[in-house]
């Protein structure tokens, strides 16, 4: 395994929770990484990306002003924080990397990924 995500769980609508990708040196090799998710019985959605640098990220328009990702480097592993939760946020959450240092959107660009955690949001 080259990518595991951790921090998944059951949270009220509203409230806030953190997810970790923590990934082998391999799979961190220079390059962007990037949050996706699947909820029940729909297709896998881009949810946010970020650069090697940190400098770069990309949000998708649902999750823009509530999600922040982030990534730390030495320690190998991204982050994503996610605050004022909604029910429509309930999904299994995939994180992946790519060599390239675009931050995309594309599920295509993204080489390596882990094998996703559960976040359910409550109403």
């Known amino acids: 395994v080259q990518l595991q995500a951790s921090g998944g769980g059951l949270v009220q609508a509203g409230g806030s929770l953190g997810l970790s990708c923590i990934a082998s040196e391999r799979a961190y090799a220079v390059g962007a990484m990037a949050w996706f998710r699947q909820a029940a019985g729909k297709e896998r959605e881009f949810v946010a990306a970020i650069n090697w640098s940190g400098d770069r990220t990309v949000y998708s328009d649902s999750v823009k002003g509530r999600f922040t990702i982030s990534r730390l480097n030495a320690k190998n592993t991204m982050y994503l924080q996610m605050n004022s939760l909604k029910s429509e946020d309930s999904a299994i959450y995939y994180c992946?990397?790519?060599?390239?240092?675009?931050?995309?959107?594309?599920?295509?660009?993204?080489?390596?990924w882990g094998q996703g955690t559960l976040v359910t949001v409550s109403s």
């Open positions: 992946a990397s790519t060599q390239a240092n675009f931050p995309s959107s594309s599920e295509a660009r993204y080489r390596y």
